[in-house]
Nanobody, 118 residues
Framework: QVQLVESGGGLVQAGGSLRLSCAASRIMFSINRMGWYRQAPGKQRELVATITTGGRINYADSVKGLFTISRDNAENSVYLQMSSLKPEDTAVYYC????????????WGQGTQVTVSS
């Protein structure tokens, strides 16, 4: 069973920075995208950023220029550097991986809490 282990969440003041990490293990398929989604209380889960194996990046408009996603393909790891954090960035952040074996596959991490205080 694929495992996604996230780390790096926590409490930070507005304007601060955090770096999230996610390591995928037991991967038995060809990974395409790795990335991050988030879900704030009472809201739907939303895209933060994804990056393909080839380096194509997609950011949510709300984080462009503030967050930076990166990836280590050899380690099956993805990172999210978050800067200039705002209280509205408070959410549970989920690591995401998709790819193909015989069919399309996608997996989610357990989530890591990010809380930004004003």
């Amino acid at each position: 069973q694929v495992q996604l282990v996230e780390s790096g969440g926590g409490l930070v003041q507005a304007g601060g920075s955090l770096r999230l990490s996610c390591a995928a293990s037991r991967i038995m398929f060809s990974i395409n995208r790795m990335g991050w989604y988030r879900q704030a209380p009472g809201k739907q889960r939303e895209l933060v950023a994804t990056i393909t194996t080839g380096g194509r990046i997609n950011y949510a408009d709300s984080v462009k220029g503030l967050f930076t996603i990166s990836r280590d393909n050899a380690e099956n790891s993805v990172y999210l550097q978050m800067s200039s954090l705002k209280p509205e960035d408070t959410a549970v952040y989920y690591c995401y991986v998709d790819g193909y074996s015989i069919r399309f596959l996608e997996y989610w991490g357990q989530g890591t809490q990010v809380t930004v205080s004003s």
